[in-house]
């Protein structure tokens, strides 16, 4: 024993080091970008769904920049900032107070880009946890609480949707989290439909929220304002819900994005004009704008956190 206690201490002085041999090779831990392009999701979307999470750029090529003055939404000269809390984009091509009926202008215009399938990844590390985000972009959303639709719809220009995988420090998958409407739905990784290591994302027709199984998915007060569920069930519908099939699979492609690259992820404002709600015998309601863009969600400022805190699903 003294005799090895020298040979370990003069190893050391000549900078040599000493690993115990077990016969097995010591692994390291993937990195970030390892484990992001291990867990891009799988979408299953609706048969009838005539949208696709694509590159933003179609968009932003078919977009002005507008800002509100006194004499309403002025067009803006330049280039997407950073910041402009302040301003808007508009698509110009088409009208979002078309509604439903406006859903096969946007849909071509996009198609006229012919982006393949994108999805937008970043991951964070904290001291215990890894939150691998994947954000996906629609151009439109056209939400009817009813299949088929009906009378009583929400539209709005541009959708941006997410999906969280939480990691254990090593790696080690434990829960995905799934964006619907304002916040989300979480179930832990054994419970999570998947095709090897990507989860399975149930796309809502018309909304894009996700979901973790096909069928109809009646709105729910812990992730949809119950303000709007009440107007849906005054104006007749019994269970508004969204809808989810089994359509068209998409493997969509990672491009990985940080909060300021691509530089349209620094822009604060909002992707899309004027939003509007739908019900029978009515005119068009405006009901706000379309989204800010990942950067400024509460799932990307609170990474894990916020996943962690939706309701199970």
């Known amino acids: 024993m ?16 000493v690993v115990p041999w077990s016969g097995a090779s010591t692994s390291r831990q993937p ?44 067009k803006v000269d330049g280039p997407l900032p950073a910041g402009g809390a302040d301003l808007r984009l508009d698509q110009r091509l088409c009208r979002a107070i078309d509604g439903l009926a406006a859903s096969p202008c946007y849909a071509a215009a996009e ?18 946890r890894i939150d ?41 998958p ?19 439909p998947r095709r090897g290591l990507r989860p399975l994302v ?16 009646p709105l729910d007060p812990r992730t949809v304002e119950i303000q709007l569920i009440n107007v849906m069930k005054a104006y007749g519908v019994a269970v508004p819900a969204d809808h989810t099939g089994n359509g068209a699979l ?4 990672l491009v990985r994005v940080t909060a300021r690259t691509p530089s349209w992820m620094a822009f604060a404002g909002a992707w899309g004009e004027t939003g509007y709600l739908h019900v029978a015998d009515q005119e068009p309601i405006s009901a706000g704008a379309g989204p800010t863009g990942p950067a400024f969600h509460a799932q990307w400022r609170r990474p894990v956190a916020e996943a962690l805190s939706w309701p199970r699903g």
């Open 31 to 74: 990195s970030l970008a390892t484990l992001l392009a291990r867990h891009v999701p799988i979408l299953v979307l609706h048969p009838d769904e005539r949208f696709r999470p694509v590159a933003v750029d179609g968009f932003l090529a078919d977009a002005d920049l507008t800002r509100k003055t006194e004499a309403g939404w002025e």
């Open 202 to 217: 149930y796309v809502g027709l018309g909304s894009h929220a996700n979901f973790f199984g096909p069928g109809e998915q």
């Open 111 to 128: 198609a006229a880009h012919d982006s393949g399938p994108v999805i937008y990844g970043a991951a964070f590390r904290t001291k215990t």
């Open 132 to 172: 691998l985000q994947y954000w996906l972009w629609y151009p439109y959303d056209d939400f009817s609480p009813t299949y088929p639709a009906g009378a009583f719809w929400q539209v709005h220009e541009g959708d941006w949707e997410a999906v969280s995988v939480i990691l254990d420090a090593s790696g080690k």
């Open 174 to 192: 434990l829960v995905a989290a799934y964006s619907q409407h304002r916040k989300g739905k979480r179930r832990a990784w054994g419970a999570v």
């Open 250 to 253: 998409v493997r969509p492609k």
């Open 2 to 17: 003294r005799f090895a206690t020298r040979l370990i201490a003069l190893a050391v002085l000549l900078g040599l080091v």
